[in-house]
């Protein structure tokens, strides 16, 4: 089973930046594809960006594309998620998941974690 931390949410300023982890223990993340979701306050979750386990390029939703950029660290067993010139529209709870396919639809990832909240405050 896979388990998976999310860290580095946190108050900041429109226009101000976060970095966001997501690190994996019991079995190596580099078998996954790592996808970030998130949820706002009475809003459906929504897929943010994606990341391959076989170097295919990253995978963004239009709404953060440019600001925001996805990596990973195998050696650290680490994915990260660097968002920069947020604005009050990011605030919402943050989560990794693991899975099979780039495409960031919830049904095909299997392991969450519990989130990290992100509030942008204007």
């Known amino acids: 089973q896979l388990r998976l931390v999310e860290s580095g949410g946190d108050l900041v300023q429109a226009g101000g930046s976060l970095r966001l982890s997501c690190t994996a223990s019991?079995?190596?993340?580099?078998?996954?594809?790592i996808g970030w979701f998130r949820q706002a306050p009475g809003k459906e979750r929504e897929g943010v960006s994606s990341?391959?386990?076989?170097?295919?390029?990253?995978n963004y939703a239009d709404s953060v594309k440019g600001r925001f950029t996805i990596s990973r660290d195998n050696a650290k067993n680490t994915v990260y998620l660097q968002m920069n010139s947020l604005k009050p529209e990011d605030t919402a709870r943050y989560y990794c998941?693991?899975?099979?396919?780039?495409?960031?639809?919830?049904?095909?990832?299997?392991?969450w974690g519990q989130g990290t909240q992100v509030t942008v405050s204007s």
């Open positions: 019991v079995l190596p993340l580099n078998r996954y594809v």
């Open positions: 990341i391959s386990s076989r170097g295919y390029p990253p």
């Open positions: 998941a693991a899975g099979t396919a780039m495409e960031l639809a919830e049904r095909d990832y299997k392991y």
